[in-house]
């Protein structure tokens, strides 16, 4: 009984496997995309994002998305958050791919505009001390390496790293993000 429901499994996994190699990366293919991951260490800082993409020639696609960004920062016994709100729109180029459509490395360049509010704009602290960083616009952009495994026709992991690059930030200018994310293709 066990081992005919590992051979129904090993069938079933191969039927999959061949019909979705031929259906991967078409140009006009669209996709939505989760990630989140860490900001600058394994700390308590985060970010999370929602983008949608569209597919190129050669496995290329563009990304339009949002994204929400934290990072905090220690004082006495409170911990400040620095929150970012950002929109991006970018192009990845795929510069290596397997032979079965199952495995793409991509090189991505976004621009990038948004807000940062720091401690939720509360100057005034509880022993009397004030904040003196602003919140703001932020522009600029994004460097990023992505690798994208298809799991399915429609579901693909990603892992990515990113670079951050935002002018208006009183906190700090670059931000690199290890994250991991999941894509949904939608036709």
């Not at 190699?21 to 800082?45: E, H, M």
């Not at 991006?88 to 459509?101: C, D, T, V």
């Not at 579901?155 to 670079?163: D, I, P, Q, S, Y």
């Amino acid at each position: 009984m066990k081992k005919s429901k590992i051979i129904l499994l090993i069938a079933l996994c191969l039927a999959v496997c061949s019909q979705a190699q031929a259906q991967r990366c078409l140009p006009g293919q669209k996709g939505i995309l989760f990630t989140a991951g860490a900001v600058n260490s394994l700390k308590s800082d985060f970010h999370g994002g929602i983008a949608y993409s569209v597919y190129t020639k050669n496995a290329n696609y563009w990304v339009f998305g949002s994204e929400y960004l934290e990072k905090r920062f220690s004082y006495k016994n409170l911990s400040l958050p620095q929150t970012q709100f950002t929109v991006e729109a970018g192009y990845y180029l795929n510069f290596l791919s397997n032979g079965s459509k199952t495995l793409f490395f991509s090189l991505g360049l976004s621009a990038m505009a948004g807000y940062e509010t720091v401690n939720w704009d509360k100057k005034r602290l509880f022993d009397g001390a004030t904040i003196q960083n602003k919140d703001g616009f932020l522009y600029g952009g994004a460097l990023a390496l992505e690798t994208e495994i298809y799991l399915t026709d429609w579901l693909v992991l990603l892992v990515n790293v990113r670079e951050r690059l935002l002018g208006g930030s009183s906190v700090g200018l670059f931000n690199t993000q290890p994250g991991v994310g999941l894509k949904f293709i939608i036709n």
